[in-house]
C-alpha cells in the first residue's frame, strides 16, 4: 500500500469540501436562526476556498526548469 502525502493547501481544500457538504445551509432547516448564519458563513468561506483554489490551479502555468547538474564522466563519456 503506497501512502499518499498531501501538501496543506491540498488538505484545506478537502476540508473545505466536507465543510461545503456538512454546513449546507439549504439542508439544516430546522436550526435556529443564528446557528444558521453560522452554518452560512462557514459555507461561504469552504466555497470561496474550493473556487480560490480551482482558479489558482488552473490558471497557474506548469513551470518545470531543469536544474543544472555538474557534468561528470562515465566511461570516457559527459553524461549530464
Not at 502525502?5 to 439542508?27: C, D, E, R
Not at 443564528?34 to 483554489?53: E, H
Request: aromatic share 12%; charged share 20%.
Amino acid at each position: 500500500m503506497t501512502k499518499v502525502n498531501f501538501k496543506k493547501t491540498q488538505l484545506a481544500t478537502i476540508g473545505a469540501l466536507i465543510g461545503i457538504g456538512l454546513f449546507n445551509p439549504m439542508s439544516v432547516e430546522v436550526l435556529e436562526d443564528y446557528f444558521k448564519m453560522v452554518y452560512t458563513a462557514i459555507f461561504l468561506a469552504s466555497g470561496a476556498w474550493v473556487i480560490f483554489f480551482v482558479l489558482k490551479k488552473s490558471l497557474t502555468p506548469e513551470t518545470n526548469i531543469p536544474s543544472k547538474t555538474a557534468k561528470t564522466s562515465k566511461a570516457g563519456k559527459f553524461v549530464e
